[in-house]
T-cell receptor, first 111, second 115 residues
Framework: QKEVEQNSGPLSVPEGAIASLNCTYSDRGSQSFFWYRQYSGKSPELIMFIYSNGDKEDGRFTAQLNKASQYVSLLIRDSQPSDSATYLCAVAWAAGTALIFGKGTTLSVSS | EPEVTQTPSHQVTQMGQEVILRCVPISNHLYFYWYRQILGQKVEFLVSFYNNEISEKSEIFDDQFSVERPDGSNFTLKIRSTKLEDSAMYFC?????????????FGDGTRLSIL
């Protein structure tokens, strides 16, 4: 059974701080890792994806992947109130086409 | 920026009726997907579609469900004999390649309410 686990939160950070969101997955056959942002009542919006061990940076966002520990994280620097949303971790396995999603972590950024 | 479009945005249907949810994937994408999200729960994979056939389906995607690409642009999900527990947001997504090497882009979703 492929599982993706996230702390549901809420994670509360002040404006300007770094928010750290974490995700673990169950199967070492996993290939690709995605972070989506979902505002309440809206669809998932792709933020970043990462395929290789290490860090990948895009603007204020950094994705970190450690396949040995089966762990992927998302750092949001200089957090803004507009970043307040649920962040979904999704994993794709090498032989498949499906994305398996975690339940998401709710982030609240206070001004 | 190209986007996935879904219609209708909200569908209300009596239990036992059939519904068809429609999607127009991004034009150069080759893989198409349906996901659902029951209120307060996680996004769940239903089915993927490539080259006019189902590539993969989940346990949720039973005989009640079917998908079709009736023409060069539309991708549909049909739910027969709807049940109360089919009430959910249904998201269509598309990608250039498989999930292992290309990100999936989601439409705005159809909210399906079964009465």
């Amino acid at each position: 059974q492929k599982e993706v686990e996230q702390n549901s939160g809420p994670l509360s950070v002040p404006e300007g701080a770094i928010a750290s969101l974490n995700c673990t997955y169950s199967d070492r056959g996993s290939q690709s890792f995605f972070w989506y942002r979902q505002y309440s009542g809206k669809s998932p919006e792709l933020i970043m994806f990462i395929y290789s061990n290490g860090d990948k940076e895009d603007g204020r966002f950094t994705a970190q992947l450690n396949k040995a520990s089966q762990y992927v994280s998302l750092l949001i620097r200089d957090s803004q109130p507009s970043d307040s949303a649920t962040y979904l971790c999704a994993v794709a396995w090498a032989a498949g086409t499906a994305l398996i999603f975690g339940k998401g972590t709710t982030l609240s950024v206070s001004s | 920026e190209p986007e996935v479009t879904q219609t209708p945005s909200h569908q209300v249907t009596q239990m036992g009726q059939e519904v068809i949810l429609r999607c127009v994937p991004i034009s150069n994408h080759l893989y198409f997907y349906w996901y659902r999200q029951i209120l307060g729960q996680k996004v769940e994979f239903l089915v993927s579609f490539y080259n006019n056939e189902i590539s993969e389906k989940s346990e949720i995607f039973d005989d009640q469900f079917s998908v079709e690409r009736p023409d060069g642009s539309n991708f549909t999900l049909k739910i027969r004999s709807t049940k109360l527990e089919d009430s959910a947001m249904y998201f269509c997504a598309s990608s250039e390649g498989t999930a292992s090497n290309q990100p999936q882009h989601f439409g705005d979703g159809t909210r399906l309410s079964i009465l």
